[in-house]
């Protein structure tokens, strides 16, 4: 029979373990839009480009290539450089040489998680910057079909990008402003919808419009819990584990 000690221990490290989780709802990432000259990955990425983020979370795009002029907008696996109908768009951001203080930020809100999400950059000065791998995503299983390294390898095949504008709100996740502030020179150019833009009235290009949900498997991993019983719960193990 185990004793006592040791059965509160495992209590104890298991209901660490559910609060670890909770903490990890509603995170904020940051994610840095544009490199420098000889930075590696040069200046055409996003920093991380592939991330998980659950319901309710912010991604923090921050516009820091100097000098940059990039565009968070969403796409579909199999058409990775034109705007997917109906998906989220920050308009291009210019930021002038020398950079500007603060850098412009554009926040994202994950509002389903059950599917991966994929966005690119749509600027194609000096040549199209999708097709050299500025491609992210979000919630995309780790390997095979579906991943950041399928997205990208898809994007690389391709030549051009669509320059439709979309709009702030996108099929899983959704912003409620424009990119900003917008100091010294930096421009918004192409600013995005309040509401979906379908391709028909907008995004000029047609893409097939589904994310392709792959991923429901994980979906039981996201279960959302309420905090508040964790909290108590963080709360009672605390004076256990003392
Ligand atoms: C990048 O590297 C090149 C070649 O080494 C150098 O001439 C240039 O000054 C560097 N630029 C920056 C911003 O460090
Ligand atoms: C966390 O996300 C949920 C789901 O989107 C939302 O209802 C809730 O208001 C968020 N909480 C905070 C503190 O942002
Ligand atoms: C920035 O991108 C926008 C949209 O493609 C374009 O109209 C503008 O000329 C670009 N500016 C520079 C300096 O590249
Ligand atoms: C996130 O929100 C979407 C849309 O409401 C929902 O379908 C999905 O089940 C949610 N994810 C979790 C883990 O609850
Ligand atoms: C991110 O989520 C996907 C899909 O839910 C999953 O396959 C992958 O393993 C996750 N990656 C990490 C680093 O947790
Ligand atoms: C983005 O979110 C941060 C943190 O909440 C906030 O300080 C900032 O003003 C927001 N920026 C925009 C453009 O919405
Ligand atoms: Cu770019």
Not at 229 to 241: E, K, Q, V, Y
């Amino acid at each position: 029979m185990k004793s006592p000690k040791i059965a509160m221990r495992s209590l104890a490290v298991a209901c660490l373990g559910i609060v670890a989780f909770v903490q990890a709802q509603n995170q904020t990432i940051q994610v840095q839009v544009g490199g420098t000259e000889n930075e590696s990955g040069g200046i055409f990425q996003f920093k991380p480009s592939s991330f998980n983020a659950t319901n309710g979370s912010v991604i923090t795009f921050e516009f820091s290539g100097n000098p940059g002029n990039h565009s968070i907008t969403q796409s579909a696996l199999s058409n990775p450089c034109q705007p997917m109908s109906e998906g989220f768009d920050s308009g291009w951001v210019l930021i002038p040489t020398g950079g500007v203080t603060p850098n412009p930020l554009w926040n994202l809100t994950i509002t389903d998680d059950s599917n991966p999400i994929y966005f690119f950059c749509k600027q194609l000065i000096p040549s199209p910057h999708c097709a050299a791998g500025m491609v992210g995503t979000v919630n995309a299983p780790s390997s095979g079909t579906g991943s950041f390294n399928d997205f990208l390898n898809n994007a690389k095949q391709t030549k051009d990008s669509g320059q439709g504008v979309g709009a702030l709100v996108g099929q899983g996740a959704s912003a409620s402003a424009v990119p900003g502030p917008l100091p010294n020179g930096a421009t918004l150019f192409g600013t995005p919808a309040a509401t979906a833009v379908s391709a028909s009235s907008g995004s000029g290009t047609s893409s097939a419009a589904s994310a392709g949900g792959t991923s429901s498997a994980n979906a039981g991993s996201k279960i959302q819990y309420d905090s508040r019983i964790f909290a108590l719960l963080a709360a009672s193990m605390g004076i256990a584990l003392m």
